[in-house]
């Protein structure tokens, strides 16, 4: 029979590549699986800390066959998975940029977050059957405030700012709000004129040799050269 692995041992034989997505609590219960096949049957229960100068995780192992003990998931434990994947990602970022990708141009200039409040309204019931599992609702929650904040990438169409409701008609006076953003975005888009870019020489003569746009890739028609995408709508500035 061959010996039991050490905790050291299948922590230095397991790595970022052995988990499809690169997710800390996927690694750690590969690990906790590995022990499991590795050495016994056990139970584990998994108990997760936020004290930094405490370790980040404890495994309680109790086994049929010996006396509980403990494996400790320290920092230093964890640390080469996190460059590991810093490293990972790093790769993913260098690739998905790389020109001629074929990556989507999916920049959001204009993102909305919103916050609904609610308060609990006590409310009364019958109560039902005795001799059935049931549920008892004692209070109900009605919806009486937003908070909503415009980040704008482009203060010239639309300045980021932030809005506030409360009162009656909580969900109607969002939606009502929100299209009144919409529309006046899209108007100020369409109404959002640019002088033509003045180049100097050099860009003067990049222009000129250029065969397709740096920013998205594509090639320019013949005899149809523009100095300026609007990479916002797609068309010509």
Known sequence: MAPKKTFEDIISETTIDDIEE??????????????VID??????????????????AFDRIESHYSNPAKVVLTQNNLSKFYDDLIDK???????????????????????????????????????????????????????????????SDYPEIYKSQYFHYDGDDVVKKYVEKIMSIFKKITYN?????????????????????????????????????VREHDHLLLNIL
Not at 41 to 51: A, F, G, N, Q, V
């Open 22 to 35: 690169p997710d800390a609590t996927k690694y750690i219960n590969l690990l906790k699986d590995k022990i």
């Open 39 to 56: 050495q016994f049957p056990l139970k584990i229960k998994i108990i997760i800390t936020s004290e930094f100068k405490t370790p980040i």
């Open 89 to 151: 990602f790093k790769a993913w970022v260098d690739q998905f940029q790389e020109r001629g990708s074929g990556f989507d141009f999916n920049d959001y200039l204009f993102v909305i977050y919103c916050d609904f409040e609610a308060c609990n309204i006590p409310m009364q019931s019958c109560t039902p059957d005795p001799d059935k599992s049931y549920t008892k609702p004692i209070s109900k929650q009605e919806i009486n405030s937003y908070g909503m904040y415009v980040h």
């Open 189 to 225: 888009i369409k109404h959002n004129k640019k002088d033509k870019p003045i180049l100097n020489k050099y860009e003067e003569d990049e222009f000129q040799e250029a065969t397709e746009c740096y920013i998205c890739g594509k090639e320019f028609e013949e005899n149809n050269k």
